[in-house]
């Protein structure tokens, strides 16, 4: 996935259309928005991104997981099997985005790319709400995916790369 | 003044009332389910537009297999949203579930000396309105009853009112918000810009945001259309003493000196003119006054702004050139909340000249021509002629106002022997009139003169505290409203439905306002049974029926006579007094006002004070959402914004609640939380509008914030339509250490 920083706004409607598709209970999130300004009046610069799981190729999360409940699934997305999630916070506490939180019904939950949509051929609620249209998503491998197109005609950064997890969360600058 | 009104809490209420009829809406679900609708895996969908602010992005409401309320979205076909709604409409959800909603209908009594509400049934509730409207009425005239009214609902009521006798029908967002600027766009093009607004932001090649915040606004038209400009490299340029989202998103950001804008205005129209930037072609054929406006314009030079505004004259220079480039396909944004300092009409005005040299009227990238649907009426006797209206109360003022005024109703309500009539009853439907209207003290000495003050909401509000009736309004989820149709590049409908049953002894407005009308003896002008067959009747004539609605929610029609632009050489008839776009406004010259606007030097704030700016934010429509489970979860307080400068120079430090007080020793009722930024100039401090709410039942946002309109006690009004011009209030800030020397 990809996130054109360019026309980000910081609305939120990315974490509303989550938080009401999955069910995350309210007062918890699976994704969020970062502000980030620099300089000094009149010379400033604002960036607004909306974050999530980074869906790490290299993820710490899978390797600490005790019971197999976090995995790598189709096409590479992290999930958690909540059924097998005994909620020990291991991962939650390995995951350098802190992408991760305890349900209140006592599992750990989190970004899931919206698998459930995907599968059937509809893009992630997120991407397929925001406003701007500033998310876009796609198979990676496939040079003609939207992201793919995005990624090679713009510069892009990841965040944290030095952590070494090989974040799949892309954003445009 | 002895207060003959106390404002209730509503809280002091029992738990009565709340009996949820879980099973019933069960069986509902279950009685709805039609095999077809089964879209998305046995989830059933039903039609809607949204309640949550002005733009009324049609979508679909989506329940879960257990029946329940599940996710709202947006519907592809709709021209307002494209599929996408914006974070407050999918929060929409939180409006339906907030457990603080207004529960049943409420009559204000006395018990044991004290006022309090207490439970009443819908017939109690409409019998003591009707007693009340009728003795008001033949005491005084039907015309002394008012109708405030923001949102969908109010057509019911006005249609009530209008039977009744009275023409006072007031909207909050003409003089609060976007009247001078349709006063403005009217008297230079014939038209105003409507709403949605009728910019051709997608297209265009320049886009200059003089005071709109879009990305902070979420008009999401607006939003999408910036984003789809930023894609194809649109040239963005944001006047704003605040580094404001646009702002970070635009080429060139101008941080001008707060109050200034119209001498800017005046300096790039100087501009343009002298370095012939303007479409010539354009300006010959469709427009007059050009030889007035510059000779008005002449001294008006970018050397002469800058020591005005603090933009330096190549900058102003340069932009001028960035529009002329991109002429015709060029926005100088009008705005929406444009009443700031009481020469707003004039302000735009300036801004509608702009448009008007660049050519950008009716062309491409610039404003297009929209279309509207027209739904017919249902056929009902003629209303009665009104006796007098508020303009015979007011002859000389506001001239240019083609709107009731709110504040004008306001204004007559408080009691003045010199007056034949005061106004004696508002009906007030979906608008937290406290908070809306500036000089909250104005407001309540109003309201104390009332015998009569009817509220219909879904949220308790602060303006419920004075009602001597509340009906609690069902949320838009759960009910049927009128056909939305609204002007856009094509015209088309969009229904409402109900996704589920009323929670809680709640009811839709148009039932409210018929079982009045029929206790008042006006059911004649309601010839309907149901709101369904209204509605069947009324899509029927669009060649479409209430079915078919409620399968696909949205109708485009194809437009019936021209093209979205004026064609090369078109002849085109403006609706000014002399037909033409004027530059020079004659019907201000001849209500006495200036036909060119002038720059005239507003007050700026003493020492040790700041100017007050308020503006929005993404997640929430002012009082409408701060109580949304949903957004609040977002964003559950506001903060001030002050420079570092600033923050340094007072001790302040960053998250510190403190409070605010203005220059007329108003203080801010609850303290707020100071964010130290830099994307805010030294000479003022911004909140964002909507918090601070004083009505305890609001569980989640009571005392949570500072209300800028707490803080509002200096209003400056607009002499040609009566706008209240919000930004010419200053404010210091009240430290603990200073708290305890006072
Ligand atoms: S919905 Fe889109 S514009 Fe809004 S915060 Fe999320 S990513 Fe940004
Ligand atoms: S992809 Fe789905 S689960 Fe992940 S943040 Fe977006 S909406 Fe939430
Ligand atoms: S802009 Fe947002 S709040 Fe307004 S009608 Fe559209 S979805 Fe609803």
Redesign the interface.
């Known amino acids: 996935m990809a996130v054109d920083t360019r026309k980000c706004v910081g609305c939120s409607d990315c974490v509303v259309a989550c938080q009401t598709e999955n069910s995350v209970p309210i007062g918890f999130c699976r994704d969020w928005v970062v502000e980030v300004t620099d300089g000094t009046y009149p010379t400033l610069e604002l960036e607004l991104r909306s974050e999530r799981c980074n869906h790490c190729d290299n993820s710490p999360c899978v390797r600490c997981c005790p019971t197999g409940a976090s995995h790598y699934d189709k096409g590479g997305i992290v999930v958690v099997t909540h059924n097998k999630c005994i909620g020990c916070g291991a991962c939650i506490a390995s995951c350098p985005y802190d992408a991760r939180y305890a349900h209140p019904d006592g599992y750990v939950d989190k970004c899931t790319f919206c698998l459930h949509r995907v599968e059937k051929g509809l893009l992630p609620s997120c991407v397929a709400t925001c406003p701007t249209k500033c998310m876009y998503f796609g198979d990676l491998n496939d040079p003609k995916s939207p992201v793919s197109i995005m990624l090679k005609n713009r510069k892009y950064k990841t965040l944290i790369p030095e952590a070494g997890t090989k974040p799949q969360l892309y954003f445009l600058i | 003044m002895a207060t003959r009104r106390d404002f209730i809490r509503i809280s002091a209420l029992g738990a009565g009332g709340t009996a949820v009829a879980w099973p019933l809406v069960r069986n509902f679900a279950k009685e709805l389910v039609d095999p077809e609708r089964f879209i998305f895996e046995g989830m059933r969908r039903t039609p809607t537009y949204c309640e949550i602010c002005f733009w009324k992005c049609a979508g679909w409401v989506y329940k879960n297999d257990k029946g329940d309320l599940?996710?709202?979205?947006?519907n592809d076909e709709d021209l307002h949203?494209n599929?996408?709604?914006?974070?407050r409409g999918?929060?929409g959800?939180g409006m339906y579930n907030d457990e603080d909603r207004l529960k049943t209908p409420l009559i204000r009594t006395q018990d044991r000396g004290k006022q309090v509400f207490r439970e009443a049934t819908w017939d109690e509730a409409f019998t003591y309105i009707a007693d009340k409207l009728k003795k008001i009425s033949r005491e005084h005239g039907p015309e002394c009853t008012a109708l405030f009214t923001h949102g969908s609902g109010g057509k019911y009521f006005s249609t009530l009112l209008k039977a009744f006798g009275s023409p006072h029908i007031a909207a909050p967002s003409y003089a609060q918000c976007r009247g001078p600027r349709e006063v403005a766009f009217q008297n230079t093009f014939g038209e105003g810009v409507e709403s949605p607004e009728r910019t051709d932001i997608r297209d265009t090649k320049c886009l200059v945001l003089i005071g709109s915040h879009i990305?902070?606004n979420?008009h999401?038209g607006q939003?999408?259309e910036?984003?789809v400009a930023?894609?194809k490299g649109a040239i963005i340029i944001t006047v704003d003493p605040r580094?404001s989202?646009a702002?970070?998103?635009s080429k060139y950001?101008l941080?001008i000196k707060p109050a200034t804008d119209l001498a800017l205005l005046l300096a790039w129209i100087h501009v343009i003119l002298e370095e012939e930037l303007y479409d010539k072609a354009y300006v010959e054929k469709y427009t007059m006054g050009l030889d007035l406006l510059q000779a008005h314009v002449k001294g008006m030079t970018p050397e002469w702004a800058y020591g005005i505004t603090t933009i330096p004259p190549e900058v102003i220079r340069q932009m001028a050139r960035e529009m002329g480039h991109a002429s015709p396909a060029v926005i100088v944004h009008p705005g929406r909340h444009v009443t700031w300092y009481g020469d707003d009409t004039q302000r735009l005005r300036a801004v509608a000249i702009l448009n008007a040299l660049l050519g950008s009227w009716g062309r491409r990238g610039g404003f297009f021509k929209p279309e509207t649907a027209s739904v017919p009426e249902v056929p009902h006797p003629a209303f009665p002629t009104p006796k007098r209206t508020w303009r015979t109360e007011f002859p000389d003022l506001y001239r240019l106002s083609d709107s009731v005024l709110a504040n004008g109703v306001c204004d007559a309500t408080i009691p003045d022997p010199s007056r034949g009539c005061n106004f004696k009853a508002w009906i007030v439907n979906g608008t937290n009139l406290i908070e809306t209207l500036p000089n909250q003290d104005n407001t309540i000495k109003a309201i104390e003169a009332l015998d009569l003050l009817v509220v219909i909401d879904t949220m308790p509000m602060e303006i419920t505290g004075y009602a001597d009736v509340v009906l609690p309004e069902c949320t838009y989820i759960e009910r049927y409203d009128e056909i939305r149709v609204s002007p856009h590049r094509k015209p088309q409908i969009a229904l409402r439905m109900p996704a589920l049953k009323p929670k809680y002894n709640t009811k839709p407005a148009y039932w409210m306002a018929r079982e009045l009308a029929k206790k008042m003896g006006l059911e004649a002008f309601f010839p309907y049974e149901k709101i369904e067959d209204l509605l069947d009747w009324q899509l029927k004539q669009l060649g479409t029926s209430l079915e078919e609605m409620q399968r696909i929610g949205v109708k485009t029609f194809e437009r019936t006579a021209d093209d979205l632009y004026f064609a090369p050489d078109e002849e085109v008839e403006f609706g000014t007094n002399s037909g033409k776009i004027e530059l020079y406004a004659t019907a201000f010259e001849q209500e006495g006002f200036d036909p060119l606007p002038k720059y005239t030097a507003h007050e700026e704030p003493p020492a040790g004070y700041y100017r007050l700016n308020y503006g929005r934010a993404?997640?929430h429509t002012f009082s409408r959402t701060s109580n949304n489970?949903?957004?609040t979860?977002?964003m559950d307080e506001n903060s001030v914004w002050v420079?570092p400068k600033v923050a340094q120079e007072w001790g302040l430090t960053n998250d510190q609640y403190i409070h605010l007080r203005n220059q007329d020793g108003k203080r801010s009722e609850f303290p707020i939380k100071v964010r130290i930024?830099?994307?805010?100039?030294?000479d003022s401090v911004y909140m964002v509008h909507g918090f601070g709410h004083d009505q305890k039942r609001l569980k989640r946002c009571y005392g949570k914030g500072a209300s800028d309109t707490n803080l509002i006690t200096k209003v400056l009004v607009d002499p040609l339509m009566g706008g209240t011009g919000m930004r010419g209030n200053f404010v210091t800030f009240i430290t603990e250490s200073e708290e305890v020397k006072s």
Not at chain 2, 83 to 87: A, L, Q, T, W, Y
């Open positions: 599940w996710k709202i979205i947006g949203c599929g996408r709604f914006c974070p999918t929060g959800v990305g902070e979420m999401n939003v999408q910036m984003s930023i894609d580094y989202t702002a970070s998103k950001w941080p993404p997640m489970p949903n957004l979860d977002l420079n930024t830099e994307r805010i100039r030294w």
